[in-house]
Every structure is written in structure tokens, then in C-alpha cells.
């Protein structure tokens, strides 16, 4: 279980593709790789995998085909960058919401802007989990623990501090991009 707050983004190193499994290396800062453990669950763009090799700051996780048919991680190349959370531990903050890693579906990135001093996000999702998605209720996209502003029947919207925009992934995202939804384990 994570939290939606990303802990680092991280580039992807490596991927050996086979057809049902991959593994997908990724260069971690020192601070992140030293408390993680082979046998770990980390969050890798919203997607729950497990650390099966490690060798300085380089993690080596494996996805198997449902994980890759669900999720945007089919899409990364070397040199593409990910979050990164740690498992939620007893004690820890809960300073997003509760977030299992197990994406439901990717969504469609059809519009950024900035808006002031934050962005909007406008994200297509299936029209079948509409009834997950609400105003004011919780979202995880890549990972990341966010509030959905308006929805409609297959659009909704994310306001996007200037924080949470320079510290992950969604600096990098545009019209056109795919991203990982996980809709509210309590909505659910």
C-alpha cells in the first residue's frame, strides 16, 4: 500500500522485454536504493512491482503481461523517467490517500495549461469507471495522489501545484500521453 506522494523520480537504465515478463531497471538516487530491499514493493508510475535485484542505486523489478496490458509501463524506453514510492509502513504519514498500486486503467492526457499558479490536467478514462471518479474525491495518476476537480462523463479535471508538477513525472506528460489511473480504494 503507498500514499500517492512520490518519494523521486528515477530513469529507466534497462528493460529486457520477453513476452509474458519484463525487467525493468532503473537508476535511483543512493538515498532511495539504501533502504530498499529485494522483495520490496515499490510504486513505479502507480504500478505496485516488486525490487528482485538491486546492485548500488540501480533496482531491477519484473512486470508480468496482465501488468503491461493494464498499465503505460509497456511505453517506457531507456531514458524514460518514472516515479517512485516505498511501501507504506506502520508509522509512516498518510499524506495522500491510500493507494494499492493496482492500476485500474489508463487514461488519456487531452489537455495541460497552466492556470495561475498551478496547472489543469484534463484526463479522458473509460466511461465505464465513471462512477469512481467525483469531485473533490481522490485519484491516483502515475502514482501520484491527486484531487479531480470537474468530471464529466469521460473527462475529468486535476489541479496541479507547482511542486507536485516540478517533482514528478508530469512535467513530462502531454496531449496525446497515456497515464496510469487508480480510482479511490474507497470509492471502490
Not at 48 to 59: D, E, G, Q, R
Not at 91 to 114: E, I, P, R
Request: hydrophobic share 35%.
Amino acid at each position: 500500500m503507498f500514499t500517492g506522494i512520490i518519494k523521486e523520480t528515477a530513469k529507466i537504465k534497462r528493460i529486457d522485454r520477453k513476452s509474458s515478463l519484463w525487467q525493468i531497471s532503473v537508476e535511483t538516487s543512493p538515498a532511495f536504493a539504501q533502504t530498499a530491499e529485494i522483495s520490496d514493493s515499490v510504486s513505479v508510475n502507480g504500478a505496485c512491482l516488486t525490487i528482485v535485484a538491486k546492485k548500488a542505486s540501480t533496482l531491477t523489478f519484473e512486470a508480468v503481461k496482465p501488468t503491461l496490458d493494464t498499465t503505460n509501463l509497456k511505453y517506457l524506453k531507456i531514458g524514460s523517467t518514472v516515479n517512485l514510492e516505498d511501501a507504506l509502513k506502520t508509522g509512516d504519514k498518510v499524506g495522500g490517500h491510500f493507494v494499492l498500486g493496482h492500476v485500474d486503467c489508463l487514461g488519456q492526457v487531452k489537455k495541460t495549461k497552466k492556470s495561475g499558479n498551478f496547472y489543469v490536467f484534463e484526463i479522458k478514462f473509460p466511461i465505464t469507471y465513471r462512477t469512481y471518479v467525483v469531485p473533490k474525491g481522490s485519484i491516483a495518476i502515475e502514482g501520484i495522489s491527486l484531487t479531480v476537480s470537474t468530471v464529466t462523463s469521460s473527462l475529468f479535471t486535476v489541479n496541479v501545484i507547482p511542486y507536485t508538477f516540478d517533482h514528478t513525472t508530469l512535467n513530462k506528460k502531454f496531449p496525446g500521453d497515456y497515464v496510469n489511473l487508480e480510482f479511490d480504494y474507497l470509492k471502490k
